[in-house]
């Protein structure tokens, strides 16, 4: 049984040392489904959980950051779903409560940024995760495999995807 034990341990250092080295993937993933400090940090939390669980079927040979990429991701785009659910079934607090509640979150001073997040907070999932790997400066072929389309449909959506942050720019 020891060397069952030696193997888990094994394995659970080598996650964690992945893990600790690929960490901005997920705090970036997190950010930029989440606005709010407490959701960032339960996404985070999951998409943790979700990756150990994964690991076991981890195929080493593969980019251990497009593998995390793709877990994070749908992890994300899950708990984003389950958000809509929670807004339609929990009460929430008044305005006067909410503003008595200090926002720890800093603010961006920039306008220019506050126009970026607000066009990508109002894109679908696909392509919310497609920008968030492109500023990430993924190449296509790597997006492509993160995301299950092809590089061409890649291309195609950046590109798209460019032309209206140009234009929602434009119109400010």
């Known amino acids: 049984m020891q060397v ?7 394995s659970q250092a080598r996650f964690q040392v992945l893990l600790e080295q690929n960490r901005g993937i997920v705090l970036k993933v997190a950010h930029t489904y989440c606005r709010h400090p407490e959701d960032r940090r339960d996404l985070v939390q999951e998409i943790a959980a979700q990756l150990w669980r994964a690991y076991p079927g981890y195929d080493e040979t593969r980019s251990f950051s497009t593998w995390m990429y793709r877990i994070a991701l749908n992890v994300a785009i899950l708990h984003l779903r389950g958000a809509g659910y929670r807004d339609r079934h929990v009460s929430s607090l008044d305005d006067d409560a909410l503003a008595a509640i200090p926002d720890p979150a800093p603010h961006e001073p920039d306008d220019r940024i506050r126009t970026l997040y ?6 679908d999932d696909l392509n919310r995760a497609l920008m968030l790997l492109y500023l990430e400066d993924r190449s296509y072929r790597e ?14 959506k950046v590109n798209r995807l460019k032309q209206r942050i140009r234009n929602d720019f434009s119109d400010d």
Do not use: K
Request: aromatic share 0%.
């Open 118 to 123: 607000g066009v990508i907070d109002r894109l």
């Open 4 to 10: 069952a034990e030696a193997a888990m341990e094994s």
């Open 143 to 156: 997006i492509a495999e993160v995301l299950g389309i092809s590089e061409t449909n890649v291309a195609t």
